[in-house]
């Protein structure tokens, strides 16, 4: 595959992505599209994700938002943990905390569950302006549900989720690279209850999320760079 052809069907498949995400979430998720629509409308008039961006300095590009506060990134986040009310979710990877903050507005939203988050700062490729600490977007009000582990995730991620036991969510976003992607995914999957949900970020770096899909047999969608799988429900 040529860059030319690379760069025209990614181009393709981000804005097949914006023109409906909404859709392709709802059919995922087996919710009515007006459930969803529900949860980006709430989510739209709350301001937050304004007040995020603005906080972080986040330059958005009206017709080609692929920052971390694009509907289908950080946002859907909000909107799935509001549908399936995660008693605990996973997430390996924070930096200034996006996907962490939104995450954490959903359960609060909820007034229930916890995020337990792994972050190794200072590595090749951290984007942490000089002077701040993993996590600092993230609104003080919201960090109460909020456990923060500093480290690598192959030392991290197996203690933590023998004892948390089963998990609802787990969200990748550290290192990307496919071993990393791979370890990630299978340490988690033992410990998603039934109808829970691996989610990815920037999939397009690999192929990892769609080859540990095949292997398992997951039900999955992309919307771009995201990746969603879900676990079977007990009977399904």
Known sequence: MNRQFLRAYKLWDYFLARLCYKQRLARFLGVNLLEIKKYYRELRESGFIETMAENSNIYRIPLMDLSSVSFFRAPMLYVI???????????????????????????????????YSIDWPNQTGEKLDEGKVTGWAIPDGLKQRWLLALGASAEKLPPLLADLGKIDLFFHDSDHSYENMMFEFGAAIAHISAGGIIAADDIIDSGAFRDFCRQQQLKNTHLFKVGLARVKKNGA
Do not use: Q
């Open 81 to 115: 943990c509001r549908i399936i009310r995660p008693e605990k979710v996973v997430e390996t990877g924070v930096e200034r905390g996006m996907s962490t903050a939104f995450i954490l507005y959903a359960l609060e939203r909820n007034s229930r569950g916890r995020l």
